[in-house]
């Protein structure tokens, strides 16, 4: 099922059901070399949810602001390569809605433990604002903020789960969003955590 959030924004109910298995096995090789971490704002605060990269760019925070970084900071080499069955997944998912060819450079791979949260936000720090931005959710289900083009717009509450995939392009690329924080449970495959994908193009 797909449903329209947007001119430019669509939810793919389950779209990445069939791949969960290659998409764990991948984020398992992730972590082992690049394992999870909570960033520092520029604020100084640290973040709830922990963060690791794949793919040639990789979003990273420290107090000297946000950027993207082709190396891991942690380790002081590359990120781990950009595993097919991501790339796959998010070209087909953009595909499905009409943006053919998005070859993403950068996969944030978000992990949220129940009581995590995402604070409102624009994803600014990308080069490009034409290419689309796909996620995925896995695990637990999560509560997501979708808002306005002005932090003080109000926000729609919107349940992702386990398998949707989100595509945000167009005119709704640069709206504030966030995630409420994680309600606790433990999911029958992944436990008490929620993993999101997020692809983009942002070199
Ligand atoms: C809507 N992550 O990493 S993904 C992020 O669930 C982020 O971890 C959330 O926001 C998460 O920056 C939400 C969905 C998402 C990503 C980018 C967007 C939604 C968006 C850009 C514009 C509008
Ligand atoms: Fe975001």
């Not at 973040?47 to 107090?63: F, P």
Request: hydrophobic share 40%; with cysteine; net charge positive.
């Amino acid at each position: 099922r797909q449903q329209r959030l947007g001119p430019g924004a669509w939810l793919l109910h389950g779209f990445a059901l069939p791949c969960v298995p290659q998409l764990l096995a991948a984020i398992a090789a992730i972590e082992a070399v690049s394992p999870f971490r909570h960033l520092v704002t520029p604020g100084g605060f640290t973040m709830s949810v922990a963060m690791t990269n794949a793919g040639e760019l990789g979003w990273t925070s420290d107090r000297r602001g946000y950027r993207y970084s082709a190396i891991d900071p942690e380790r002081g080499t590359p990120w781990p390569a950009m595993p097919p069955a991501f790339a796959g997944l998010a070209n087909e998912a953009a595909a499905a809605v009409g943006f053919e060819g998005f070859a993403p450079d950068a996969c944030l791979v978000n992990r949220y433990a129940p009581g995590a949260r995402l604070s409102l936000h624009q994803d600014r720090d990308e080069r490009d604002h034409s290419a689309p931005i796909v996620s995925v959710s896995l695990g637990l289900p999560a509560t997501f903020l979708w808002g306005g083009q002005a932090r003080t717009d109000p926000t729609l509450k919107l349940p992702l789960r386990h398998g949707d995939v989100v595509v945000w392009g167009g005119p709704d690329r640069l709206r504030f969003h966030g995630v409420s924080p994680l309600k606790d449970g433990a999911h029958a495959v992944l436990g008490p955590q929620r993993i999101n994908l997020t692809f983009r193009r942002a070199g």
